[in-house]
């Protein structure tokens, strides 16, 4: 029986983050998954700049012929736009198809035995049982195998503080995009995000808390954005997710840790799932090190506690229309105040700020 450091359950972003991340540390590392690259998921494609810097810290280099620039977020409503740049770095829209393959490919670079193709069918303490190959010993097992993690399960890591759901589709059209902005549009009971992927082309993700909503029967309620679509072709078939807020009550145990969206995840709105995912790898690797999971459980609570406040700002005008209908208005004419809200979002601002910056735009919602 093959005996290694550490093995991944898991061979997406996550996975093979935490895969290059923990190589580094001398670990001899294996990552398995059921499939093989390029593994597609519907998400927004837009890396934030904390994203970016972390998928550089990697390794990771992305080509500039297969990726876009963006510089900031706009909100879009009806008779209502804002937006607001960044306020140092851009983020980087990439195709999750381009992102997983090159991310295997550090990997693979980085000496992680990849496994793909193959199942984990169970663990019995420090024994992997995997589907055609022989099991695999191992001193520490992460679990980065997504929402419904059955390394979650088998660890008894599957008690969660809080649970709920949105769903999520996704398809690419072929068209330039209008705009240096990911571009949110709010409408009653969903969202369309717009994030620009190549040169030549764009990816609409929808986001719902109904499953049985499409892009078909939710884009004609954005006329200006069918209008920009134009007769765009449409280059990828639709293809759906559940977006999970989940908080679990721990992230390891024993010889087992948790990453990813198997470890907690917060809301597709906010669009930090893999900015998360690729500190969580650095900061698990870092916690390998020193053979001490209780490090990683620490910084894991820290790296989620600006994305899940956040996302829970924003997912409350998604959940209160009327809140909706005041607050955009009250951001667009205040747009200082945007801009501050996304320096906070994407870590430049400390999110005490909030307390301030929640306070003027309760203002300024009453006095509009």
């Not at 980087?92 to 793909?116: F, I, K, M, P, Y």
Request: glycine share 10%; aromatic share 8%.
């Amino acid at each position: 029986m093959k005996s290694v450091d550490v093995f991944v359950a898991g061979g997406g972003p996550a996975g093979l983050a935490a895969g290059i991340a923990v190589r580094r540390k001398g670990f001899e590392v294996v990552v398995a998954d059921a499939l093989r690259p390029p593994i597609d998921k519907a998400c927004g494609e837009g890396l934030m700049p904390n994203a970016v810097r972390a998928i550089d810290e990697l390794g990771v280099s992305i080509p500039a012929e297969h990726s876009a620039r963006f510089r900031g977020i706009r909100f879009t409503a009806p008779g209502i736009e804002v937006e607001a740049d960044f306020p140092s770095e851009s983020g980087l829209g990439v195709r999750r198809t381009t992102l997983h393959s090159l991310l295997a490919e550090q990997a693979e670079r980085s000496g992680v035995q990849l496994l793909w193709d193959t199942t984990v069918r169970g663990i019995d303490d420090d024994v992997v049982s995997l589907s055609g190959a022989e099991a695999v010993r191992s001193r520490w097992i992460v679990g980065a195998d997504g929402s419904s993690s059955r390394v979650r399960k088998w660890a008894g890591l599957d008690a969660a503080a809080r649970f709920s759901r949105r769903f999520a589709f996704r398809r690419h059209y072929g068209r330039p995009p209008w705009t240096h902005c990911i571009e949110i549009w709010w409408g009653a009971g969903c969202q369309i995000y717009v994030t620009p992927v190549t040169a030549d082309s764009v990816g609409i993700a929808l986001m719902s808390r109904d499953s049985r909503l499409r892009l078909d029967d939710a884009l004609p309620r954005f006329p200006e954005l069918m209008g920009r679509l134009g007769g765009a072709e449409i280059i990828t078939t639709e293809r759906g997710a559940v977006s999970a807020t989940r908080r679990l009550r721990r992230v390891q145990r024993g010889r087992f840790a948790l990453i990813g969206d198997a470890s907690g995840s917060v809301d597709a709105i906010t669009g930090e799932g893999l900015s998360l995912a690729f500190q969580q790898a650095m900061s698990l690797a870092d916690a390998l090190a020193t053979g001490d999971l209780a490090d990683y459980e620490s910084e894991h609570r820290r790296i989620l506690r600006r994305p899940r406040f956040m996302g829970d700002f924003m997912l409350l005008l998604d959940r209160f229309p009327v809140l909706q209908r005041r607050a955009l208005p009250a951001l667009a004419a205040n747009p200082r105040l945007f801009e501050q809200l996304l320096a906070m979002h994407v870590g430049e601002l400390p999110i005490r700020h909030f307390a301030g910056a929640s306070a003027a735009l309760g203002w300024q919602i009453l006095a509009g």
